[in-house]
């Protein structure tokens, strides 16, 4: 079975320095999702892709995170710098198309703890 | 977009039917409601969806009432496996700038018990 791919798995930074989190949806998948899961809470998403285009990204804190998704097909998050309450889990997710009847899948995720 | 409401925990016994119940009484009519699971430091599991009529898959089987406003998440026979946090989602219209994304509330704790 396909599956959404993220790296890495864990990734433990000092705060002030850049992180970058990789993403590759399942192939053929035109739609994906950015979100960030504090430790007790449910998923936020940050950024939301249609191929390359940034659909929806009123969640990303745009003065230290950007995203991007250059060819449609995977897409990394950064973040620059990080502070000590980025710490969380950030998952990838992707879809056939935007429609609400199209499945959502999610990635293992990509732990991070800022020190 | 829609609020669902859940218990914060619940148990079950081991071979026993689970059901997980969710409201969410402003559903809109063309909402999908969308059920998902997370177990402890994994990615969100897909487990099954409906717009009006119950479904059922190889996981789990979907009740929603006929007016749509609640519904049940039901595992024919839990297994320790199945301890996790399951996530009822009333999944957002898509529209121009905005496009059908999944908001999570807290979910329901599931404790499958021996």
């Known amino acids: 079975e396909a599956e959404v791919a993220q790296s890495p798995r864990y990734k433990i930074t000092e705060k002030s320095q850049a992180v970058a989190f990789w993403c590759d949806p399942i192939?053929?998948?035109?739609?994906l999702y950015w979100y960030r899961q504090i430790l007790g809470q449910g998923p936020e998403l940050l950024v939301q892709?249609?191929?390359?285009?940034?659909?929806?990204d009123s969640q990303l804190p745009k003065d230290r995170f950007s995203a991007e998704r250059l060819k449609g097909v995977d897409s990394t998050l950064k973040i620059q710098p990080a502070e000590l309450g980025d710490s969380a889990m950030y998952l990838c997710?992707?879809?056939?198309?935007?429609?609400?009847?199209?499945?959502?899948?999610f990635g293992e995720g990509s732990w991070l703890t800022v020190v | 977009d829609a609020k669902t409401t859940q218990p914060t925990s619940m148990d079950c016994a081991e071979g026993r039917a689970a059901n997980l119940p969710c409201n969410h009484s402003?559903?809109?009519?063309?909402?999908?409601v969308y059920w998902y699971r997370q177990i402890h430091s994994q990615g969100p599991q897909y487990i099954i969806h409906?717009?009006?009529n119950n479904e059922t898959n190889e996981m789990a089987s979907l009740i929603i009432t006929e007016d749509r406003k609640s519904s049940t998440l039901i595992l024919p026979h839990a297994t320790l496996r199945d301890t996790a946090v399951y996530y009822c989602?009333?999944?957002?219209?898509?529209?121009?700038?905005?496009?059908?994304?999944?908001?999570f509330g807290q979910g329901t704790e599931l404790s499958v018990k021996p």
């Open positions: 997710a992707s879809s056939f198309g935007q429609v609400e009847g199209n499945t959502i899948y």
């Open positions: 192939s053929g998948h035109a739609t």
């Open positions: 892709f249609q191929d390359e285009s940034v659909v929806d």
């Open positions: 402003t559903i809109s009519g063309n909402e999908y």
């Open positions: 409906g717009l009006k």
């Open positions: 989602i009333v999944r957002a219209r898509s529209s121009y700038n905005q496009g059908g994304k999944l908001i």
